[in-house]
């Protein structure tokens, strides 16, 4: 058992195209701790410890955890399915940055902008364009690309999802359904 403190949530840019939304905790979290638990003061379960920040392999007080609501979710597929199927919609993301924000004439620097668009994809069937700013899915409103494609890769095949986008200064709802990764309209 070791302490620490949690010092922030969210962090990304680790691995910055897979799923990330991790707790950086100065837990020490040594080669072969992956898999422990990251326990509050309750000792209620917060987060499974998963990688270190380190030169030579060696703890340097930055570990990082995957927190329990994204373990929860893959637990279920896997009691569930026996696996975890995750959907594809089929875009390519990026930060709505203010320089980009103020390109597209937006107010609010709020979303993430859709970059590229596969042919075929569920997001082609639902009408998304390149240049679409996605503010919101199921409710929720977008702040990063790397929120939505968390929030996204949660999400199993057949699920639906509704994204509110901007495009050309209007709002419009557009529904998908995520298709599976081999299905023969994906690239």
Excluded: C, W
């Amino acid at each position: 058992v070791t302490a620490g403190i949690v010092s922030a949530l969210g962090r990304t840019g680790l691995h910055p195209h897979g799923y990330e939304d991790f707790i950086q905790t100065d837990a020490s979290i040594n080669p072969g701790n992956s898999g422990g638990a990251l326990v509050n003061l309750n000792g209620e379960l917060i987060g499974i410890n998963s990688a270190i920040l380190s030169k030579d392999g060696g703890n340097i007080g930055i570990g990082f955890a995957i927190p329990v609501n994204m373990v929860k979710a893959v637990m279920g597929q896997l009691i569930t399915y026996g696996e975890v199927k995750r959907g594809i919609v089929g875009i390519k993301l990026r930060d709505l940055t203010p320089e980009a924000a103020e390109s597209l004439q937006l107010v609010n620097a709020r979303g993430v902008v859709i970059s590229e668009v596969a042919p075929g994809s569920a997001a082609d069937h639902a009408g998304i364009k390149v240049g679409d700013v996605a503010v919101s899915m199921n409710g929720v409103s977008l702040e990063s690309a790397a929120q939505l494609r968390n929030a996204l890769g949660l999400l199993r095949v057949g699920q639906s999802v509704e994204m509110h986008v901007l495009r050309n200064g209007a709002e419009r709802s557009v529904t998908l359904i995520l298709n599976s990764p081999s299905s023969p309209s994906q690239p």
